[in-house]
């Protein structure tokens, strides 16, 4: 069993940054692929950034590549998605997300655990 808290979040301006924390707990994590999911209102939840669990693969949604970066802290049982250069087409509910497979999967249903969401609003 793993739970999973998103933080990080909030409001932003055009071309800026936040950090999205998302702290675990359980004795699967460092076993468990991780990802970002975001979901924005009328939207399906779609995969932003994903990363193996040794940390040696990471894979990006085309929208993000470049500004977005995962990473993780197996000592700390912490994941990282660092956003840069943020747009407003960035604002959505942002969710943690692990899974039990270990190797980068971006599909929602390839995932076992979630946290509960932060929102992230971008404004022009």
């Known amino acids: 069993q793993v739970q999973l808290v998103e933080s990080g979040g909030g409001l932003v301006q055009a071309g800026g940054s936040l950090r999205l924390s998302c702290a675990a707990s359980g004795r699967t994590f460092s076993s468990s692929s991780m990802g970002w999911f975001r979901q924005a209102p009328g939207k399906e939840r779609e995969f932003v950034a994903g990363?193996?669990?040794?940390?040696?693969?990471?894979y990006y949604a085309d929208s993000v590549k470049g500004r977005f970066t995962i990473s993780r802290d197996n000592a700390k049982i912490t994941v990282h998605l660092q956003m840069n250069s943020l747009k407003p087409e960035d604002t959505a509910v942002y969710y943690c997300?692990?899974?039990?497979?270990?190797?980068?999967?971006?599909?929602?249903?390839?995932?076992?655990?979630w946290g509960q969401g932060t929102q992230v609003t971008v404004s022009s």
């Open positions: 990363i193996s669990a040794s940390g040696g693969s990471t």
């Open positions: 997300a692990a899974s039990r497979r270990g190797y980068v999967t971006t599909g929602p249903a390839t995932f076992d655990y």
